[in-house]
T-cell receptor
Framework: KAGVTQTPRYLIKTRGQQVTLSCSPI?????VSWYQQTPGQGLQFLFE???????NKGNFPGRFSGRQFSNSRSEMNVSTLELGDSALYLC??????????????FGPGTRLTVT | GNSVTQMEGPVTLSEEAFLTINCTYT??????LFWYVQYPGEGLQLLLK?????DKGSNKGFEATYRKETTSFHLEKGSVQVSDSAVYFC????????????FGKGTRLSVIA
């Protein structure tokens, strides 16, 4: 089974621009979560989508948004980029539904650099 | 609320040394516990997990035991290799799932030959 894929792997953007990142989950997985990883803050949860609906949301400003498509692929968008948005953005998928063990499978990440 | 506390790194060991990375948690009820590993330039990989008290998760020579009485899930390996150099994250999933994983800040391990 193919793993979680993320595109692009690397991005360089300028302050004020917007960016869209893409994530394809493992086949059959219906839940996709997004995380921001920075050296200072570690791993921070952005949001989770399940069956095209946002199910959980972290504490990030409205500039960060996402969506999920009917094939479970997900995109996240960051508008009006700031220097502090430079980070590794990780996507993770899980079968979803109800589960006692919320085991997530991560993609390789998209490295975003804002200049 | 739910939280995970890991020992701060970096941890530097010689090859074949014994490894312990401490992890304690705070959670309501009995969460599932995980260790993830991140190799340079990659995403996180699930290393091992435990879903109930006294469970021992193990993989690739690494072990961790779910200790309810001490709310701990320490990672151990008897003999580390250079290839184990990575960042290790302890995480919990609150009871019932369907809520985000809560991660510790990560511990960087460097193993030197």
């Amino acid at each position: 089974k193919a793993g979680v894929t993320q595109t692009p792997r690397y991005l360089i953007k300028t302050r004020g621009q917007q960016v869209t990142l893409s994530c394809s989950p493992i086949s059959g997985h219906r839940s996709v979560s997004w995380y921001q990883q920075t050296p200072g803050q570690g791993l921070q949860f952005l949001f989770e989508y399940f069956s095209e609906t946002q199910r959980n949301k972290g504490n990030f400003p409205g500039r960060f948004s996402g969506r999920q498509f009917s094939n479970s692929r997900s995109e996240m968008n960051v508008s009006t980029l700031e220097l502090g948005d430079s980070a590794l953005y990780l996507c993770a998928s899980t079968p979803g539904g109800t589960a006692l063990s919320y085991e997530q499978y991560f993609g390789p990440g998209t490295r975003l650099t804002v200049t | 609320g739910n939280s995970v506390t890991q020992m701060e790194g970096p941890v530097t060991l010689s090859e074949e040394a014994f490894l312990t990375i401490n992890c304690t948690y705070t959670a309501t009820g009995y969460p599932s516990l995980f260790w993830y590993v991140q190799y340079p330039g990659e995403g996180l990989q699930l290393l091992l997990k435990a879903t109930k008290a006294d469970d021992k998760g193990s993989n690739k020579g690494f072990e961790a035991t779910y200790r309810k009485e001490t709310t701990s899930f320490h990672l151990e390996k008897g003999s580390v290799q250079v290839s184990d150099s990575a960042v290790y994250f302890c995480a919990l999933s609150p009871l019932g799932g369907n809520t985000p994983l809560v991660f510790g800040k990560g511990t960087r391990l460097s193993v030197i030959a």
